[in-house]
Structures are given as structure tokens and as C-alpha cells.
């Protein structure tokens, strides 16, 4: 049976959405081969997410700062409790993430983004962690922060840019990854994307809760939807499924290590 991985889940953001994350992780490993990379956008969650759901030993866990408002005005703070949560925890952790660059949600105090931004990126040097990189309508700021940091893998999930601005991410390395949204009819920039990219840089993910992919649009999205993702990118680059998770399990070892 071939390994489907969703490198990008949010399992924290089920509970809040009507979806029992127990049931539905017990449910899912007793009758899937899938692997689950748990992400976090704020510090001080860390242990509890790891006693939650590490006794699934398919779960992986990673931590970063989103740029919230609250997260840009304390970065100092709140990346000084990042790091003490990450090295306290290491063991636990294969990448720092996700953080980066969100210009549809932030227009006020761009500086402090990108100041959070590279913060997050010097810690990732300094403890050799891949990242997990968020960017909305500033692939030409994110590409300009990552090029400072040539010594830094890692990937831009939920990628949302067309395949022009997907050239800069792959000259500096980095993998992209597809969320649920290639799924839907509007979304010919992205399945563009989809198919531009090499095969040993491609990632897939549901970014559950959100983006649930057709048939299940509207609906809170679980890491059990990433087979449709998996049967759409398939479909996108014309190859099949079991070849596309294989190549996919060998991307995910190269950049996180499991």
C-alpha cells in the first residue's frame, strides 16, 4: 500500500470546527497508510499538542509564528519563547513553521513582518531546522527574504502563485506544496503551478481545517481528504497515484528526515 503524507495539518483547529480529532486520527490509522506533519502558529502549545497526539506514531509536529498582528508587535518576546519551546522539545520537532509573509491580511507594519519573518529564519539556521514557509501576495518579498538565507531548505506550503513566481522558489531550493484548492474550477494559476513543478520538489497537504478539497468543499477539512489533493495532482501532472505518493514519501525524507 503506498505512504499518503499531508505535510501540513493543522489538528489543534479540529475541535473548533465539529470534528472529533481523536476519533477521526483513530478512524484513520486503523485503515490508512498516511502520515501527518502537525503545525503550529504560536508558541506555548508545543507540549500540549505532543502529548495529545504523539501517541499516533505517524504524527510529526512542527512550530512557528504566523504573522498575526499580536505576533509582529512582540516578536522579540514571542520568538525568545519559540525557540525555548523548540530546543526543550527538539527531539519532537522536524521543522520550524509555519511563519512568513501575508500582505492580504497585513498592510500596516510591513517592517516588523519581514523582521519576524527573518527572526524566524535565523533560528532555523542556528538549530539546522527546515522551515515551513506561509506567503500570500508577496512571492517577490518572501523570495527576497529566503535568498539571505541560502544555508536554509525548506517549503512553501499552500503555494498560491502562479508559475512565473514559482521559478523563484525553485532557483533557491525550496519545495512547493498543494493544498485542497487545486481541486476547484477557479483555480488554473496554481494547477499550472502544479504541473510545473519538478518531481522531487513537490509536496501535497490539506492545511486542514481549511481548504477542503471538491467533493468535500464548505465542509472543515481532516488530513483523511489529502487523497483527493493526492488524485487531483495526479490527474494534473498525468501519472498515477501510487507513483506520485512514492515520490512524495522521498521529497518529505529528503527535507524533514521520516
Not at 70 to 83: A, F, G, H, P
Not at 89 to 108: P, S, V, Y
Request: contains cysteine; negative net charge; charged residues 25%.
Amino acid at each position: 500500500m503506498h505512504t499518503l503524507i499531508d505535510t501540513h495539518a493543522h489538528l489543534s483547529g479540529l475541535e473548533g470546527r465539529g470534528i472529533d480529532t481523536r476519533q477521526t486520527l483513530a478512524d484513520l490509522f486503523s485503515k490508512d497508510n498516511i502520515n501527518i506533519i502537525d503545525i503550529s502558529l504560536e508558541p506555548g502549545d508545543l507540549s500540549t499538542r505532543i502529548h495529545e497526539f504523539s501517541c499516533y506514531n505517524r504524527v510529526h509536529f512542527a512550530s512557528g509564528l504566523w504573522p498575526w498582528s499580536l505576533s509582529i508587535t512582540n516578536r522579540e518576546k514571542m520568538v525568545m519563547e519559540l525557540e525555548k519551546d523548540i530546543i526543550a522539545l527538539r527531539k519532537h520537532i522536524c521543522a520550524l513553521g509555519e511563519f512568513g509573509l501575508d500582505h492580504n491580511r497585513n498592510h500596516e507594519n510591513l517592517e516588523g513582518e519581514r523582521e519576524l519573518m527573518e527572526m524566524q529564519m535565523d533560528m532555523a539556521q542556528k538549530l539546522e531546522l527546515p522551515v515551513i514557509i506561509h506567503s500570500r501576495d508577496a512571492a517577490k518579498e518572501t523570495a527576497e527574504v529566503l535568498a539571505r538565507y541560502p544555508q536554509v531548505r525548506g517549503v512553501v506550503h499552500c503555494f498560491s502563485y502562479g508559475p512565473t513566481e514559482l521559478q523563484s522558489f525553485l532557483r533557491l531550493g525550496y519545495f512547493i506544496s498543494f493544498a485542497g484548492n487545486i481541486t476547484y474550477k477557479n483555480a488554473r494559476n496554481i494547477q499550472e503551478a502544479c504541473k510545473a513543478v519538478p518531481p522531487d520538489k513537490l509536496f501535497l497537504e490539506t492545511d486542514c481545517p481549511y481548504l477542503a478539497p471538491v467533493p468535500h468543499r464548505g465542509k472543515p477539512a481532516h488530513p483523511g481528504m489529502v487523497e483527493e489533493v493526492y488524485k487531483k495532482a495526479a490527474e494534473i501532472r498525468e501519472t498515477d497515484l501510487p507513483t506520485l505518493a512514492e515520490q512524495i514519501e522521498e521529497n518529505v525524507k529528503t527535507l524533514f528526515g521520516f
